[in-house]
Every structure is written in C-alpha cells, then in structure tokens.
C-alpha cells in the first residue's frame, strides 16, 4: 500500500513539474500570434495600431530579462533549495500573466512581461533537478526526455492554442497561465520533494547581471527605433555606445570577478565556444523566422490569429520528430553534420520564402514547403547544438554551460526581433515585401553560417577524438627497436 502511494505521489510530482515547463514553453508561442491583437488594442484609433517598433518590447523584455536571471536563479536554487525556488517560480510568473492580462496600457504589459520572465528564471532551471528528485534512478533518463520533449509539445500546441485564445480575447493568452499556476503550486506544495541545498557561498555576479541586461536592452532599443530615428541620429548613437560600454563592462568583469554571471573562459574551449556561436546566430534567424510568419499571414494576407496559427503547426509539430529519429545519427555521426545539415534545411526554407511568398495568399506553394524545411532545419539544429556544447564540458561544468548556452538563445531571440523590425519599419503592410525578403534572406544567410559552424564543430572532434586515441602507430617502433 506505502509502496502504491509513493508511485502515486511520484507521479503527481512529474506531472506538476512538466505541467509548469509546458505553460512557461507555451508561452513564447502564443505571445506571437498574439501580437498584432495586442497592437490593435493599443493602438491610438481602431486604424493606428501601435507601432512594431514598441510591439516589439512585449517580446524582447521577456527574453532579455530570462537571459540575465538564468544563471542567478541556477545557482540560487543550488543554495537554498530546489523546492521553494520552483515554487516561488510559478507564483510570480501566475501573478505576472494576471498583470499582463490586466495591463491598461502597452508599457504597463511590457513591465509585467519582463516580470513573468523573472518567474520563468526560477522555474526552469530547478525543473529539471526537481524532476529527476522526484522519480527512481532507473527512470532518470526517460524524465528528462519527456522534460525535454515538453518544449516540443508546446511548440506544436502553441500556435493553434495561441490563435483561438485570441479570438475571444488576446488577454485570454495570459489569463491562461493563472489556473495553471494556482493548480501547480497547490499541488506542488503537497507531492514536490524537499531538496537540500547542493552549494553555499557567493551569489553570480549580480552586478554582471545588471550589464548584460543594460547591454542587450540598448542594442534592442537602437535597432527598433533607428529606423524612425535614423540610423545617425543622436539618441541611436547614444544607445549604440551605451550598449557597447556596458558589454566592455560586463566581459572585464566576468573576466576577473571571482563569481561571475557567465564564466567566459569556458568559450575558449574549441567545441563549447563554436556551439555557443551556432546557437546565438542559428537562434537569430529563427526568431526572425518566426515572428516574420506571424506578421506575414496577419498583416499581409490578412489572414485571423486562429487561421494563422494552425498554418503554423506544421513547423514545430515535426522538430520533436526529427530530434526523436535523428538521436541515433547524432550518436554515431556525431553533432556536427546534423548541425550543418538543419543549418541548410533553415536556409533553404527561408530562401523559399523569399522566392515564392506572394501578396496574393496561397499556403500550398509558399509557407507550407517553407515550415517543413524549417521544421526539419529546427529538429535538426537547435537542440544539437545545445547537446554539442554542454557534452564538450567537464562533468561539473556541465550545468554552466547549459546556462550560459539557454541565455545565449534569450540574447539572440532579442537581436532578430529587433534586427526584423529594424528591417521591416514599424508599420507592416503590403508596401514592406521587399523589406520582408531582405530579413529572409538574412536569416538564410545565418543559417548557412550556422552550418559552417557545424563543419567547425565536426572538425574540432575529430581532432580530440584523435588526440585521445592511443597512437600504437608510434607505439610500436618502439617496442620493435628493443
């Protein structure tokens, strides 16, 4: 009977965990779609919707925000516990999504997104140790592939889900979250294991965190408003500088803080450094992808949130496919050629839709080729190079590594939305297809630079599978001259 009950509360437990993964995972989803019907909502008439430009902070704070407190929530879970940094986690990211679904005002909903992300910075990096705390030694492996395979899921519920909350009300995308959260820490008061702390001394360098922050926020804010600025203007330049002394800042200080934010050294290492590149550049060209779509179906072809996001299923539906029945290519190939094989298959899909995207709606010939090229490209690449990255790093730097790799994603999801707006102008329309095809065409070139990293990456382990290798070549003359 005791033993039936701890089974049962086991799995309460990792259905508590993966139930508050998939709301956080779905998120980025359905604030996509969502976003040109949050523009009309704030817009100053019911025919001058807010400008892209300003949309894009409902984005880029999120992201911004998870990148800085990644790490700081990592490690502040490591010190006092897995538990209640989860659970503090959820609470302040349902409490956000209820201020985001009640903001009057864009700025206001902008503030309380940066918000959810603090609450995301907590529940993610605890998720996994809570998960794999919470279930027998023997069933680690197969927890933290359905860990894994959560962001997979949401990635293929996201737009559809996304598209009919919208059409009753795009507030309904955060109201969402609230009953979730409520049930996932009532629940998770009761079933989560107690962890004990697994470190003690300094916190990251907060300061750092702070920089890096500064650093992104400028980047983003010169990009989005330097095409209404200009691009020589005084205050774009002021940002430019801005973020370039706060990231000069911000390397000298993790260089020689005793504890810092991203311990940059671990870049050097051939493997972990060409990795990090692939996932910064490779995650540009998708962010520029995915919101590109979501502007392209809505503003161009007119199309409803809910029609746009089941044209956009495809996509993500088949990325856990690919990553399922390519582990055993990763496996005996190793991670390189499947970086630069789904760093082709992106580039080929973006240069799809540049050649065949059409004012004139058709889906058959333009989108749908376009995400499963970029579905397969996704499957193919982002994951791997996450794994080529981490396995690459001594066994006690692994979950630095992992940090530094997922903030890396945050930082260049926040560089191609605001690169696209950049491009595109803050008012979409018919008049910007060319522009649209400049920003594919970018993310095409991207994506092929992405699978030159990947030939870096198969380089750089064939050489350090031949250095470990013992060269009985050599070895035997030896033996033979005695």
Same mark, same amino acid.
């Given at each position: 009977?005791?033993?039936?009950?701890?089974?049962s509360?086991?799995g309460?437990?990792?259905t508590?965990i993966?139930?508050?993964?998939f709301?956080t995972?779905?998120?980025?989803?359905?604030?996509?779609v969502a976003l040109p019907?949050m523009?009309s909502?704030?817009g100053?008439?019911?025919?001058?919707?807010?400008?892209?430009g300003?949309?894009?902070?409902?984005?880029?704070?999120?992201? &911004?925000a998870?990148a800085?407190?990644?790490?700081?929530?990592?490690?502040?879970g490591?010190r006092?516990?897995?538990?209640p940094v989860f659970?503090?986690? %959820?609470?302040?990211f349902t409490l956000?999504?209820?201020?985001c679904?009640?903001?009057?005002?864009l700025?206001?909903l902008v503030a309380?997104r940066a918000l959810q992300? %603090?609450?995301a910075?907590?529940?993610?990096?605890?998720?996994?140790?809570?998960?794999?705390?919470?279930v027998?030694t023997?069933?680690?492996?197969?927890?933290t592939?359905?860990w894994?395979?959560?962001?997979?899921?949401?990635?293929?519920?996201g737009?559809?889900a996304?598209?009919?909350?919208?059409?009753v009300d795009?507030?309904w995308?955060?109201?969402i979250?609230v009953?979730i959260?409520i049930?996932t820490?009532?629940?998770?008061?009761?079933?989560?294991?107690?962890?004990?702390p697994?470190?003690?001394g300094?916190?990251p360098d907060l300061?750092?965190a702070l920089l &890096?922050?500064?650093?992104?926020a400028a980047?983003s804010?010169?990009?989005v408003?330097?095409?209404a600025?200009?691009?020589?203007?005084g205050r774009?330049?002021?940002?430019?500088a801005?973020a370039?002394?706060s990231?000069?800042?911000?390397i000298?200080r993790?260089?020689?803080?005793?504890?810092?934010l991203?311990?940059?050294?671990l870049?050097?290492?051939?493997?972990?450094?060409?990795?990090?590149?692939?996932t910064?550049?490779f995650?540009?060209?998708?962010? &520029?992808?995915?919101?590109?779509? %979501?502007?392209w179906?809505?503003?161009?072809?007119?199309w409803?949130?809910l029609?746009? $996001?089941?044209a956009m299923?495809p $996509?993500?539906?088949?990325?856990?496919?690919?990553?399922?029945?390519?582990?055993?290519?990763?496996?005996r190939? $190793?991670?390189?050629?499947?970086?630069?094989t789904g760093?082709l298959?992106?580039a080929a899909?973006?240069?799809w839709?540049t050649c065949?995207?059409?004012?004139?709606?058709?889906?058959?010939l333009d989108?749908?080729p376009?995400q %499963?090229?970029?579905?397969?490209?996704v499957?193919l690449?982002?994951?791997?190079?996450?794994?080529?990255g981490?396995s690459s790093?001594?066994g006690h730097?692994?979950a630095?590594?992992s940090?530094?790799?997922?903030s890396?994603r945050?930082?260049?999801a926040?560089?191609?939305?605001?690169?696209?707006?950049?491009?595109?102008?803050t008012?979409?329309?018919?008049?910007?297809?060319?522009?649209f095809?400049t920003a594919w065409? &970018?993310?095409a070139?991207?994506?092929?630079?992405?699978?030159v990293?990947?030939?870096?990456?198969?380089?750089?382990?064939?050489r350090t599978?031949?250095?470990?290798?013992p060269?009985?070549?050599?070895?035997a003359?030896?033996?033979?001259?005695h």
């Amino acid at each position: 009977m005791r033993s039936s009950v701890w089974i049962s509360k086991q799995g309460l437990a990792s259905t508590v965990i993966l139930l508050a993964v998939f709301m956080t995972n779905l998120d980025l989803w359905i604030v996509n779609v969502a976003l040109p019907a949050m523009g009309s909502s704030f817009g100053s008439a019911p025919d001058r919707p807010a400008t892209l430009g300003s949309l894009s902070w409902v984005l880029n704070a999120y992201a &911004i925000a998870l990148a800085a407190l990644l790490v700081v929530a990592g490690r502040i879970g490591d010190r006092v516990g897995q538990r209640p940094v989860f659970l503090t986690g %959820v609470t302040v990211f349902t409490l956000a999504s209820l201020a985001c679904a009640l903001a009057p005002n864009l700025w206001t909903l902008v503030a309380a997104r940066a918000l959810q992300a %603090v609450g995301a910075a907590a529940q993610l990096p605890t998720s996994l140790a809570l998960l794999l705390a919470s279930v027998p030694t023997e069933r680690r492996t197969r927890a933290t592939r359905n860990w894994a395979a959560v962001g997979g899921l949401a990635a293929a519920a996201g737009p559809v889900a996304g598209g009919l909350l919208v059409q009753v009300d795009w507030r309904w995308v955060f109201v969402i979250n609230v009953p979730i959260g409520i049930a996932t820490v009532a629940a998770g008061l009761r079933v989560l294991p107690s962890t004990a702390p697994r470190e003690r001394g300094r916190l990251p360098d907060l300061l750092g965190a702070l920089l &890096i922050t500064l650093a992104i926020a400028a980047l983003s804010g010169a990009l989005v408003q330097a095409p209404a600025w200009g691009w020589l203007d005084g205050r774009s330049l002021s940002l430019y500088a801005l973020a370039l002394v706060s990231a000069v800042v911000f390397i000298r200080r993790s260089l020689r803080h005793s504890h810092p934010l991203f311990e940059l050294p671990l870049l050097r290492l051939p493997r972990f450094g060409a990795a990090s590149l692939g996932t910064f550049v490779f995650g540009t060209a998708f962010a &520029i992808m995915l919101l590109s779509n %979501v502007l392209w179906c809505q503003e161009i072809w007119h199309w409803s949130a809910l029609r746009t $996001g089941a044209a956009m299923v495809p $996509g993500p539906a088949l990325v856990p496919v690919v990553t399922l029945l390519t582990a055993r290519a990763a496996q005996r190939l $190793g991670h390189g050629p499947l970086v630069t094989t789904g760093g082709l298959f992106f580039a080929a899909a973006m240069l799809w839709r540049t050649c065949f995207a059409s004012l004139d709606a058709d889906y058959w010939l333009d989108l749908l080729p376009s995400q %499963v090229l970029g579905g397969v490209g996704v499957g193919l690449t982002l994951g791997t190079l996450v794994a080529a990255g981490v396995s690459s790093l001594p066994g006690h730097r692994a979950a630095t590594g992992s940090a530094v790799v997922n903030s890396v994603r945050q930082i260049s999801a926040t560089v191609g939305v605001a690169l696209l707006v950049a491009i595109v102008g803050t008012h979409v329309g018919p008049a910007q297809r060319q522009e649209f095809r400049t920003a594919w065409l &970018i993310a095409a070139a991207l994506s092929v630079v992405t699978a030159v990293v990947g030939m870096r990456i198969t380089r750089t382990a064939r050489r350090t599978r031949e250095a470990t290798v013992p060269t009985a070549a050599t070895a035997a003359p030896l033996t033979d001259a005695h």
